[in-house]
């Protein structure tokens, strides 16, 4: 069964050439031209992979991203993010929304079908359980509710990308995740590559715990250790 692809964007020719290219590629396509109507079609038809455009004339897709990734029943579909802006501030923006990929425009069809299958292969790998809570080293993480809480005290403000990274390092405690392992897991890249979206999010995750270090408890910023030359692991 083909997947279902929601695209969001209101310049008609865009969206003409996207929705063309992709039946092409053999892939169900639906399409809104607002972003509420993108987000009435998202929580109606539940599709497998969303494209997203920023510029829209009644919503900006930050906010249109912000919520499909906060509302539980869709923060798992995977957005990729198009765009005319280019700056290094609004694709840090749109990442941080919780997309998980950013395409430039102009672009062609074939970059971006590549960029929805290694989408498509991540999600292989990366299948928490709706119920499953895990509590170790004094966080627990909640993946039902998508909330992490220190110590029963505090909860941890994390971006959803922050989240599964931090879902794996506990769920492997103790064991060491390579970073081409953490690459293909979370970002869906099939070969080593040299990229250093793994070690930036880890220092986000370390700064955020670290935070935490003087209102609860001095061992939380030593629960990601680095394994130089392999990956890293979470400490319980």
Request: charged residues 30%.
């Amino acid at each position: 069964m083909a997947e279902k692809i929601l695209i969001i964007e209101d310049e008609e020719e865009t969206l003409e050439y996207l929705r063309l290219g992709l039946e092409l590629e053999k892939y169900n396509v639906i399409t809104a031209t607002t972003g509420n109507e993108g987000l009435s079609l998202t929580k109606r038809e539940l599709p497998n992979l969303i494209i997203l455009d920023l510029g829209l004339p009644d919503v900006d897709g930050i906010d249109v991203c912000k919520e499909i990734k906060q509302a539980t029943n869709t923060r798992t579909i995977p957005v990729i993010i198009l765009t005319a802006r280019t700056t290094t501030t609004d694709k840090v923006v749109g990442l941080e929304a919780g997309a998980d990929d950013y395409l430039s425009k102009p672009f062609e069809i074939k970059e971006l079908v590549a960029r929805m299958k290694a989408l498509f292969r991540r999600l292989e790998f990366y299948a928490p359980q709706p119920d499953e809570i895990l509590h170790k080293g004094g966080i627990v993480l909640d993946v039902g509710k998508h909330k992490v809480t220190i110590e029963f005290k505090a909860d941890l403000d994390l971006s959803p990308k922050e989240f599964q990274l931090l879902y794996l390092l506990m769920k492997n405690s103790e064991k060491v995740l390579e970073r081409s392992y953490l690459l293909k897991s979370l970002w869906g890249y099939t070969e080593s590559v040299e990229s250093r979206t793994v070690d930036v999010h880890i220092q986000r995750l370390r700064r955020k715990l670290s935070d935490q270090v003087l209102k609860f408890t001095e061992h939380l910023n030593k629960r990601i250790v680095t394994m130089e030359g392999f990956g890293y692991k979470f400490v319980d």
